[in-house]
């Protein structure tokens, strides 16, 4: 069984920085594609960036691109690093583990964690 714990959400003003981190554990030795998504209250959930077990895929949402950076540092721990942060990036932000690269396709992610709040404030 996969397990994924999110880290680093908050409250910051308009313009701040926030990374938040993925980690991934139940599998030794083998490496996770994640990918990450949001959902802020009466939305549906939506896709923020992707990246593949090595590294060598990526993929934003347009909405995020710019100011938001995935990446990972080894095997199974996946940062996404956001700048710039606006009120409208508010919601409850997950990352989703998978054996198969899905990018921002939702359903290519078997495994879920419980999610992270971030807050905005203008």
């Known amino acids: 069984q996969v397990q994924l714990v999110e880290s680093g959400g908050g409250s910051v003003q308009a313009g701040a920085s926030l990374r938040l981190s993925c980690q991934a554990s139940?599998?030794?030795?083998?490496?996770?594609?994640i990918g990450w998504f949001r959902q802020a209250p009466g939305k549906e959930r939506e896709f923020v960036a992707a990246?593949?077990?090595?590294?060598?895929?990526l993929k934003y949402a347009d909405s995020v691109k710019g100011r938001v950076t995935i990446s990972r540092n080894n095997a199974n721990t996946v940062y996404l690093q956001m700048n710039s942060l606006k009120p409208e990036d508010t919601a409850v932000y997950t990352c989703?583990?998978?054996?198969?690269?899905?990018?921002?396709?939702?359903?290519?992610?078997?495994?879920w964690g419980q999610g992270i709040q971030v807050t905005v404030s203008s």
């Open positions: 139940g599998r030794a030795g083998l490496s996770y594609n």
């Open positions: 989703a583990a998978g054996d198969v690269y899905g990018g921002g396709s939702g359903s290519a992610y078997p495994y």
């Open positions: 990246i593949s077990w090595n590294g060598g895929l």
